[in-house]
Each structure stands twice: as C-alpha cells, then as structure tokens.
C-alpha cells in the first residue's frame, strides 16, 4: 500500500508534469521525450504490468482523441500526430500510473468482468456520435455516469473517480487558460461540463477496466507479479 510519502511525491510529480507542459517549449519530439524521462524517473521501478498499462492507455486514447478532435470537440494549439501534441497521447499512461500509485488499491479487480466492457462501449459511444454537440454530450456523459456507480461502487471505485475529477479539472482548466488547447463551448471555467465527467469515467474505467487489462495480459505472457514492489 503506498505510504504518505509515495502520494507527495506522486503530487509533487503532477505539479511538475503541469510545469514541463506549460514552460518547456514546444519542439515535438524533444518535449516528448523530455516527458519520458520524467516519468521514467518518477515511477521507476516500473513492472511488466505498468509498462503495459501505460502502452494500452497511450493508444486507445490516440485513437479516441482523434476521433473527438475530428469532430471539433475541442482543439489543440500544436498538432503534430493526428491533430494533437506528440506527447499527448502519452500524457495518459502518465496519468493512469499517478492514479495507480497514489491510490494504491489493495483489493484491485484482478479480470475485466461484462460489465466494464459494457461500460467501456457505452462511453466510447458516446463520445463517437455526439462528439461535436457538447450539450447533448454533457447530458450523455452525466447519464452514463450514473449507469457505472450503478455497476461499480466500491469504496476505491468512488476515489478512482474523485482522483480523475481532481486532477482532470485542473488539468484541463489550466490547459485552456495557458492557450494550449480550447473547447468551441465551453460552460464553465473555459471547459465544458462533460470534461469532469469524462475525467470520472476515467478513473473508474482506469480501475475496472485498464488496470485488469494489463494485469490479466501480463500474467498470462509475462507470468509476472503485478503487484508493486
């Protein structure tokens, strides 16, 4: 279980994480790669399982992003790959290995049950179809929220969540009050709604169903604990 120090040191990793986006300057690669050392650093040692984890959030939001972008759900000031920074898809293995970490969950779903797969779908098509209406999506979102505490509620269900909520709205209110990337309507604070919502899915999602993921794929290739060392 991660102790006192772990999660300031988790903390102290995310306002740093902040800081690189905003003031190192924007080169592509480099920054991307600046951005993996960090985390490199800040997580090590690193398991199979994590390493994993980190490669399967890093795609499926590579495609999803896009997805959403090309809809004109909100915009990136730098586009390098599929009209988003280089290191912006791999700003989520980042933070789901923060949620991980700080939370230190001792009871972890260990397979992904029908249920989060459902969930998954749900979301995903949420996103897909109303993409470009952001009211109608703060409303999907909201709804689909409320279908998943339904499945899931455990008490390390409910901080997944308030963890993505926290760290989500500051992220992205800060992202668009630093000019580096902008929603077409937003409601509040420059974000629209479904923003915190989605970063609470996130975080649910990020327990039910990614974390299983990886530690279901890593025992069955790797036969490696995935517990943290």
């Known amino acids: ?3 006192p120090v772990q999660k300031i040191i988790m903390i102290l990793g995310f306002a740093i994480n902040l800081a690189m986006v905003y003031f190192v300057p924007h ?8 951005f993996g050392v960090f985390w490199f650093l800040l997580f090590r040692p690193l398991t199979s399982q994590e390493y994993l984890m980190f490669i399967i959030a890093s795609v499926f939001i590579l495609g999803q992003n896009y997805a959403v972008i090309a809809a004109g759900g909100f915009t990136f000031k730098y586009q390098d ?3 988003m920074p280089s290191y912006e898809p791999l700003m989520w293995g980042y ?3 923060t949620f991980k970490r700080f939370l230190a ?6 397979r992904v049950d ?8 749900m979301v995903s098509a949420c996103f897909v179809i109303l993409a470009n209406n952001s009211a109608l999506l703060n409303f999907a979102l909201l709804g689909a929220s409320a279908v998943l505490f339904l499945m899931f509620h455990e008490p390390y269900d409910i901080y997944f969540a308030l963890t993505g909520f926290v760290m989500g709205t500051i992220v992205d209110t800060f992202g668009v009050h630093a000019g580096l990337w902008w929603f077409p309507a937003p409601d509040a604070l420059g974000i629209p709604f479904w923003i915190p919502l989605m970063w609470v899915i996130a975080g649910l999602m990020g327990r039910r169903f990614l974390i299983p993921l990886s530690i279901m794929i890593t025992r069955k290739f790797w036969k490696e604990e995935t517990e943290l060392i």
Do not use: E, R, S, W
């Open 95 to 97: 933070y789901f290995l």
């Open 1 to 3: 279980m991660t102790n």
């Open 81 to 83: 790959i599929l009209l």
């Open 114 to 121: 029908i249920k989060a797969i459902g969930g998954l779908i």
């Open 105 to 110: 969950d001792p009871a972890l779903p260990q």
């Open 27 to 34: 080169h592509g690669v480099f920054k991307t790669v600046l």
